[in-house]
Structures are given as C-alpha cells and as structure tokens.
C-alpha cells in the first residue's frame, strides 16, 4: 500500500525554493497530496497505462482504506484546465479490473499458445530473464535480443535506455515505417533541424492570456481529428478555444468530422493523395507570389526547386488526382497565404502513406514559405530536455554495436536522430536469419514492453505471429493477457497503470515538467520504470547506479537543475520559451542565427536527402494498391479503406475489457455511405467481412453521409477478451477482428512510411454461424446476427 498520509506544507509558504528561475510554475495552494474530508487527494499526470498521449493533470480520490474511489480533472493545471475524458474518468474501472494480471508468471516456450502459465516471483522471473539474456548475448551478441516497445508517451525512453545499456541497437517499433509520427520527424529533422508543433498557447502558464501570444487565424486539421486524436502533445480542445477566439478552420479529411462542420473550407481528398494537395496548394501560392518572399529570401533554401517540383500541380490536375473540386484548392491556398498566424495541425494520416517523407516535406512547405515559422500562434520550434521517443542512454551504446543496428544499410535517413531499427528489415531477419548485407545475423530473444504487435501495430498479422514466434525466449511487460502475450510470451511481468507508480514526463509537443504520483497499490504489479530499472541492475549494472526510481528520475532532471521531488512539488513546470529562435542563434547548436541545417535555412530542396540518395524536393507517389494504381484490382476491390479511425473511450488496443469504456464502442464499426451499403446489400448494425487479397476481418456496419460513398474507414486494435484467448481460441479474435490482416510490410524508399490508411476492399455479409458468439460488455450475451 502506497504512504497516503498528508504531507508537510512547509515546502508551499509561495517561496519558490529549489525553482530555478528559467522555468514558469504554477503555484498550488496545497502540496501534491492533501487531505479533503475523509479522502486523501494525489495530483498528477495521467500518462500510460491506460491512457493516451496527453498526461492531462488530474486529482486522484483515496478513500480511508487507500482505494481509489474518484478521479477528477485538475483546475489549476494549465494543459487540461481541469477537462478530463472518459478514459480518466474511469480508471478505477481499469485499475481495479478482473483481468489483469497482477503477479509475474512464466510457462514452457513449448507451450505457447496455451494457458500452462505458472505465478513466480520476481526474483525468480529477474533471475531467469538475466539468464537467458546474458547467454544469448555471449554467444551471439547482444544485438541478438530484440526490444519492442509500442506507442511513446512517458515509457519509451526507459525501454530504449535499457536496450542500449545491454548493447543491444535493436529497439524496434512494430509499426511498418514506423508509420506514426516518425515520418513527420524525420522529415522536418532533416530539412529545418526541429520539429513543429501548432502554437495554442501551450507554453505560457497564463495561457491565451498571456501577451506574448496571439490566436492564430487559421488552422488546417489535416488528417487529423483533434477532438478525439489527440496528436504531438495537442489537447484537442485548444483548437476549440482558438475557435471562439477566432480562428477559421479549413479541414482536409475523406471524412467530414464535427470540426469539418464548423470548418470554412473542407477538402474531401481521396486517402494517400496528400502530397499532391499539398503541392497543388504550393502551386497556386508560388504561381499567384502570395507566398511571404522576405522570410522564403532571408530563410529558406531551395525554393527554385520547389517551385520546379510543384510545377505540375495546378489547382485542375491537383483536383483530378485528389477527387476535391479546383477552386477549393485555390480558396485554401489563398486564405493560408493571407492567414495573420496558420497552424499546420497534421496527423499520423500523412505518416500512413508509403512515402510519408516527401509528403510530409510538401505540407511543412505550406507554413514555411509563408512564414508561419516560431512566430505567435504559427508553427513553433518546442523546446526539449527528454528526447520524446529516441529516448536517453545511446551514448552508452558502442560505435561496433551502432554498426549492427538493423536498417541502417538499407535505409540511410535510420542514420540520422532516429535511432530505432527498421521493422520491416527486422522482420526479415527473423524470417531469413540473415541482415540486409546478407550476413548471418541471428535474433534469440525478444523484450515486449507497451506493445501489443498482433493487434495493434504490426500489419499482416500472420506473418507477423510466424516471425515472432522464431525467437527462442520472449518477456512481455503489460497490464492483460493481450493476444500477443497469450500466443508468444515465456515470461509475463505485471505493469501498473498510472495510478500505481510515480514517474516524470518531460511532454511531447511543447514540454512541460510533470510528475505521474503513485496513489495506489494493485497486487504486485510494478511500474515499468522500476521494471527496467531492476532487470538493468542485472543485465547491465554499470549504467544502472541508482538505488531507486527518485534517483533516476533526478538524474535525467539535472539538466533542469531539479530533483524529481522538487519537480513533483512544483509541476506542472514550463520551460523557457522565446519567439524567432532563428533569429537569435537559438536553434543551432553553434550559436549562429538560423537553423541546424547545412544551410543554416530551412531546407526546401534537401541536402542531407541528396546527400543520402533520395529525393530532394517534395513529390507524389499513387497510392499502390490503389484506384488510379491498379485499376483491375480496385474492379475487383472497389472500396478505399483507412484503418486506424479514433474512438472517444479506446486508445489502441487498450480498454476491451474495461466494461464503461467498451460499452460506448461495443464493438468494431464499419463506416459507409447508406449509398454504398445499399449496392452491396448490407443494413446498419449488419455484420460484415471487410476483405482484400490479403485478408478479411468482421466488422459492424455503421451508415454515415460523413464519407464519400467510394470511402469506408473502420476503427484498428481490436481484439475480443470476452472470447477463449488461446490457440484453439484465437487468441481472443485475433484473426477474427484484425483489420491489420489486410496490411503489408511496405515501407517507402526512405523505409518510412506505409499504407495504413490506403487500403482497397470489397465488403460483404457474414454468413449466420460463421462468427462466433460475442460477449456483451454490459453483461448480457447475444448471437451476432440474431
């Protein structure tokens, strides 16, 4: 049971002591922890698991017996300003759920697939893992041992710390492309030396009012769906307020959402196609000079070039690829132009194309050549202590080793920042025993921590599960028997959701200091910072000198001059932040004005992508297979599919199990247009295959006129834990309800990016008894189809 008593106050007498003066802070009337009538109340952050990306400050509820019993949002935070979502609201529901699995266990590998699982220690689960990796390290090297780790949030960097500090260069992300955010990196990394994020006012403490800031007058939600996504540290509300302060909307989405409705302009594109757009928006800008010329003169390199490159998209021949009308493209591009303050608010839907780099190249031309760049309510250049998702400790990793890292050989851009392995090239490694040289290169082990590949991000879900289970020993770190862990882990660790462990987040987006508090205590899970902080003092004790988890936590904040004590009495806690960086030598890494480029200037032809061999400029690929690509096949498959459409009370392929969430998305749906269902002789509520050459999975029909009736899109990570979770079983739905079996490993020429959102299908009625009997979450069973 966690300490609950109430904690001094003589640390809040208003005197900011252990603050360093170049951070802002929040003031609280009262510590951390604090006792309101009969409960004892925790601040912090709500990070992973279970979650989503934003780490909304809220207050936990204890009751006289250390339970939690409610969870409020926090007032004086100012991300959330006390907004919660559905997720938080009910944790307790997932904390305290049936299912987990809160005790560590282990069974035979030739068990795999069956339930002969047997509860051990954790010395006893430390002490074989140890074992086994120290062995296998030995006699065929440390990069032998594979360690995924899935979607970032706050764990990321502790997952990649402890492959590195083993030797192992193989932290891999399960994701073909790893076509979810990195794409966006990459790109922005390479041409400009930073990443942009909209600027909502995230980084002030006094918010939208303080004086430095201004509404941006325009905001594009491209391909994303903020209200519900919330993407690159973005609370999705903040476009809202925006909204009432002013700010216009222009949505770019083959789906008309809430915020498409209340948008000025809204370009319908056809899925993959955003490079294009992007470039016929370019076209018109260049074409009609209404682009800023001071900062494109002053800052940016390479513009001859892409004007050359954007040439042939004219608003027509841009409407025809895009399936979107000429003078909408032309509307946009002037209303961007003219825009006093634009955001650039992008989604994983433009890292979901196979060649997401040189899309992602065209959008960020958009608000570059007009000037949108650390300039209030723009695109701004947030300022970093905690790397978001490369995560700390890659010094510790020798130069021989870095050389193993699988990727680099075959795909150069692995090279540089991002320092995970391909996982398209690791999948076949495991599949050939060989590397991308052809060399012998054999992989033992594997290390699963916040992923669940089978559901959620791996494509071809089989080929996948056969690759996988070529590793001799596998340890998964989770909170459930996800079907990935009941078809290939050896060793289960119990993890704690967020409410069970202290931590620290340094945010994505515009960081922000803040501490995760650990309010309860759930069986014997542990966090998975003290997971890898334990198994480390095993493995790889030399880079692992802390006694505990403040320790650490302190280590990695001494370059904000805090321990993590005085960070958790004083977050949230905001960085230092100035406007046009550029100007004042503050993004280059020698002092000098501009940006940390070659040039010095945002690069819009690129010279480290000339230097590395691939294209220099933005361009457009079809989406393959596609409608325009291989049209024999669309006759055949005559829908275009995205994949990954987001849910209010899911993240992922969290909470199947938690019986309020999944109550209000029962099952996995199906959008069409009523126009589309009618040819194809399917009703709402039916329940469907949706197939394509590669596979089929069920889903439930939902009519919608929000999408073009040669469009239907469906919701990703589903799995059914109601259902037998093993072999015989499934494995909870895993081939029944994956729509992932109608992806492929397909990265881009720069091994980023791939089709996850560009999926041709046919769709077709489930047959009566060829489905089985699905669990109600409210209780009741029915018969799908009855």
């Not at 018109?284 to 001859?304: H, L, N, P």
């Amino acid at each position: 049971m966690a300490d609950l008593k109430d904690v001094s106050h003589e640390r809040h007498t208003g005197e900011k002591i252990g603050r360093p003066d170049k951070y802002e802070y929040v003031e609280h009337d009262k510590p951390w922890r604090y006792q309101e009538g009969e409960y004892t109340v925790t601040r912090g952050s709500a990070w992973s698991g279970p979650g989503c990306h934003l780490g909304c400050g809220l207050l936990m509820y204890t009751d006289k017996d250390g339970k939690l019993v409610k969870v409020e949002g926090d007032p004086d935070n100012p991300f959330n300003e006390g907004r919660l979502c559905v997720r938080c609201l009910d944790l307790m529901e997932s904390a305290y759920n049936e299912n987990r699995v809160v005790y560590p266990m282990k069974r035979d590998p030739k068990d795999r697939g069956k339930d002969a699982w047997q509860r051990i220690t954790w010395d006893e689960a430390y002490d074989l893992i140890a074992e086994k990796f120290l062995a296998y390290k030995e006699e065929f090297g440390a990069q032998s041992v594979l360690f995924f780790k899935g979607t970032g949030r706050d764990i990321a960097p502790w997952i990649s710390h402890l492959a590195w500090s083993f030797g192992s260069p193989n932290v891999v992300f399960a994701l073909s492309g790893c076509a979810c955010f990195v794409p966006r990196i990459a790109s922005s990394m390479c041409t400009s030396g930073s990443f942009w994020v909209g600027d909502y006012s995230q980084q002030f403490t006094k918010r939208y009012d303080d004086p430095r800031w201004k509404t941006p007058e325009c905001i594009i939600l491209w391909g994303n769906n903020p209200i519900v996504s919330n993407s690159d540290g973005l609370y999705g509300h903040w476009v809202v307020d925006c909204m009432k302060r002013g700010s216009k909307i222009i949505s770019v989405d083959p789906k008309m959402t809430w915020l498409g409705t209340k948008a000025e302009i809204f370009l319908p594109l056809r899925p993959g196609t955003d490079a294009a757009l992007a470039m016929g928006i370019l076209h018109v800008m260049i074409e009609e000079e209404i682009y800023d010329k001071e900062f494109v003169d002053c800052w940016c390199y390479g513009f001859d070039q892409l004007k050359e490159a954007c040439e042939p998209y004219t608003a027509e021949k841009t409407a025809e690829i895009c399936w979107v009308t000429p003078d909408k493209i032309v509307e946009a591009a002037r209303m961007i132009a003219n825009a006093d303050g634009m955001i650039m608010q992008w989604g994983v839907s433009v890292d979901m194309s196979r060649e997401a780099v040189p899309a992602c190249q065209a959008l960020s031309a958009i608000f570059q050549i007009t000037g949108n760049v650390d300039v209030p309510g723009g695109m701004i250049a947030p300022p970093s202590i905690l790397p978001y998702y490369a995560g700390w400790g890659g010094e510790n990793l020798s130069d021989e080793q870095k050389e193993k890292r699988l990727g680099i050989h075959k795909y150069p851009l692995y090279r540089y920042g991002f320092k995970n392995a391909s996982t398209d090239v690791t999948i076949e490694c495991l599949e050939t025993g060989k590397d991308e040289l052809g060399n012998d290169y054999p992989l033992k082990a594997g290390w699963l921590q916040t992923t669940n590949p089978l559901i959620n991000s791996s494509p071809d879900t089989r080929r996948t599960y056969n690759a996988l289970k070529k590793l001799e020993f596998i340890v998964s770190v989770d909170l459930y028997m996800t079907p990935t862990v009941q078809a290939l882990a050896d060793v289960f660790l119990p993890a704690c959701t967020f409410a069970e462990r202290n931590g620290i987040r340094i945010g994505d987006g515009v960081q922000r200091g803040e501490t995760i508090n650990k309010a309860i205590q759930v069986g014997e899970a542990k966090s998975d910072m003290v997971i890898n902080l334990e198994i480390g003092k095993r493995i790889c004790p030399e880079f692992y000198p802390w006694d505990t988890e403040e320790e650490m936590f302190s280590h990695i904040l001494e370059g904000m001059d805090m321990t993590f004590e005085e960070l958790r009495e004083a977050a949230p806690t905001y960085l230092d932040f100035e406007y046009k960086k550029y100007e004042k030598g503050l993004l280059r890494a020698d002092g000098q004005p501009g940006f940390q480029t070659a040039t010095g200037r945002i690069e819009l032809w690129s010279s480290y992508f000339n230097q590395i061999g691939i294209e220099c400029v933005p361009s457009f690929d079809e989406p393959s297979p596609g409608p325009v690509a291989d049209p024999e096949m669309y006759k055949e498959y005559p829908l275009i599919l995205t994949t990954g459409a987001r849910t209010w009370s899911l993240f992922h392929s969290e909470h199947r199990q938690v019986p309020r969430l999944r109550a209000l998305r029962p099952d996995p749906v199906l959008q069409m247009h009523p126009k589309a269902a009618e040819q194809y002789g399917i009703a709402e509520g039916d329940w469907v295959w949706v197939e394509n050459h590669r596979g089929r999975a069920k889903r439930r029909v939902q009519l919608t006129e929000a999408l073009d009736p040669r469009y239907c899109s469906t919701d990703h990570g589903w799995w059914m834990p109601e259902q037998a979770g093993w072999e015989d079983g499934g494995f909870s739905g895993m081939y029944d309800y994956n729509i992932n079996q109608l992806l492929a490993y397909d990265p881009g020429r720069s091994g980023f990016g791939s089709n996850y959102k560009t999926v041709l299908c046919r769709v077709y009625k489930c047959e009566q008894g060829d489905h089985n009997t699905l669990a109600n979450p409210l209780g009741s069973y029915a018969k799908v189809g009855e």
